[in-house]
């Protein structure tokens, strides 16, 4: 199955939005695709952004999946990383990568020497996936910025209308 990943750099409603990926967005390949790693063991914000423009240059060639930089624009159909698999960012307040997931309640802080993400028993997905499922922006999730405008007749996923 394929998942996404959305890149940024800070954290909030203010972050910005540097690229995205799409296809085998697995915490194992993270690790295993050089320039990924890189970017999710970086200490400094041009260390991060670098490995991030690299691993958008190369997840095609190697048949991972698709890339999306930011000139193309925001390539999903939600609002927000919210709905994607992954979000990983480099906040520079804390000189250091983090990770969540769509609907992630808290953020994951990578340790550069010794990186993993966590799994079921550390969660960091929502508690209750039904209301995920209505909303997934709506608290307890972590604040993320809004790249596409929601309308207040548009279904969002799960059904429930704005």
Same mark, same amino acid.
């Given at each position: 199955?394929?998942?996404?990943?959305?890149?940024?750099?800070?954290?909030?409603?203010?972050?910005?939005?540097?690229?995205?990926?799409?296809?085998?967005?697995?915490?194992? +390949?993270?690790?295993?695709?050089?320039?990924?790693?890189?970017?999710?063991?970086?200490?400094?914000?041009?260390?991060?952004?670098?490995?991030?423009?690299?691993?958008?240059?190369?997840?095609?060639?190697?048949?991972? %999946?698709?890339?999306?930089?930011?000139?193309?624009?925001?390539?999903?159909?939600?609002?927000?990383?919210? +709905?994607?698999?992954?979000?990983?960012?480099?906040?520079?307040?804390?000189?250091?990568?983090?990770?969540?997931? %769509?609907? %992630?309640?808290?953020?994951?802080?990578?340790?550069?020497? +010794?990186?993993?993400?966590?799994?079921?028993?550390?969660?960091?997905?929502?508690?209750?996936?039904?209301?995920?499922?209505?909303?997934?922006?709506?608290?307890?999730?972590?604040?993320?910025?809004?790249?596409?405008?929601?309308?207040?007749?548009?279904?969002?996923?799960?059904?429930?209308?704005?």
């Amino acid at each position: 199955m394929s998942s996404t990943t959305d890149f940024y750099l800070g954290r909030g409603e203010d972050a910005e939005w540097i690229g995205s990926l799409h296809g085998e967005c697995y915490p194992e +390949n993270f690790l295993a695709v050089p320039p990924l790693r890189l970017a999710v063991t970086a200490t400094d914000e041009a260390t991060f952004r670098a490995a991030v423009t690299d691993t958008l240059d190369i997840w095609e060639e190697e048949r991972l %999946g698709h890339a999306y930089r930011r000139e193309g624009g925001w390539p999903w159909p939600w609002y927000s990383s919210h +709905n994607s698999s992954w979000i990983i960012t480099f906040d520079p307040g804390d000189s250091a990568v983090f990770a969540t997931v %769509g609907g %992630g309640v808290r953020w994951h802080r990578i340790d550069p020497h +010794n990186p993993w993400f966590p799994e079921s028993d550390d969660p960091l997905g929502p508690p209750d996936l039904y209301a995920w499922l209505r909303d997934p922006a709506a608290p307890p999730s972590v604040p993320m910025p809004l790249m596409r405008e929601k309308t207040a007749d548009m279904p969002i996923i799960g059904g429930d209308t704005r």
